[in-house]
């Protein structure tokens, strides 16, 4: 049973490119969530969505940042006009239900994707 | 103010020692979680606590719900030890919220 998928762990785009980051959950997550991290901070969320809903984007840029989780495939992080400011590892998490609340260690974490941006 | 502030923000050990990190959250909650995230990055969940105390192998983790605070221990520690250490909160609302990390290291 793989844990969370991250494609790709390293990602090097210069200014102004677009930039995709990919996430499938753990078998039977309906949840995903992702965070980012910035050089010499802490994890910060972004947006929570359920297949084919965001549910709480809360936490996203106004611009260029966009999220989907879409009936088929995986959940799509996407960064338009990439800026140096956007460098930063991205993780992606999933849980089976909402609140992570049941069972132990529902939370379960990608091993993140680290964007450079040059 | 940060919701989650944990304590301390770095800390530097012996091997054998015994090691608390703290975290205070500000939030109503339904869980609190202890995350473990090594240089390499990965991140993997050691706890989830709503109440009381839990233990896994020389990890120990407590909440005091009425207090708003958690301790997660670590006895007779070792070098592989070193991470940083992240508390976050499962909050009102649809997020977690993350401390800043304590940033382990354990010294043969």
């Known amino acids: 049973n793989a844990g969370v998928m991250q494609n790709p762990r390293h990602l090097v785009r210069r200014r102004g490119q677009e930039a995709r980051l990919r996430c499938s959950p753990m078998k039977g997550h309906s949840h995903v969530y992702w965070y980012r991290q910035l050089p010499e901070e802490g994890l910060k969320f972004m947006v929570y969505l359920q297949k084919e809903n965001i549910i709480d984007e809360s936490g996203m840029p106004k611009e260029r940042f966009s999220a989907e989780f879409p009936k088929e495939g995986p959940s799509i992080l996407r960064i338009q006009q990439v800026v140096r400011g956007d460098s930063a590892a991205y993780f992606c998490?999933?849980?089976?239900?909402?609140?992570?609340?049941?069972?132990?260690?529902?939370?379960?974490f990608g091993a993140g994707s680290r964007l450079t941006v040059l | 103010k940060n919701e989650v502030e944990q304590s301390p923000q770095n800390l530097t050990a012996q091997e054998g020692e015994f090691i608390t990190i703290n975290c205070s959250y500000s939030?109503?909650?339904?869980?609190l979680h202890w995350l473990q995230q090594h240089p390499g990055g990965g991140i993997v969940s050691l706890f989830m606590l709503s109440s009381g105390k839990k233990k896994h192998g020389r990890l120990i983790a407590t909440i005091n719900i009425q207090e708003k605070h958690s301790s997660l221990h670590i006895t007779a520690s070792h070098p592989r030890d070193s991470a940083v250490y992240i508390c976050a909160v499962w909050g009102s609302g649809n997020q977690f919220y993350f401390g800043t990390g304590t940033s382990l290291t354990v010294i043969p």
């Open positions: 998490a999933s849980s089976p239900r909402q609140g992570a609340t049941s069972g132990a260690n529902v939370l379960t």
């Open positions: 939030v109503g909650i339904s869980a």
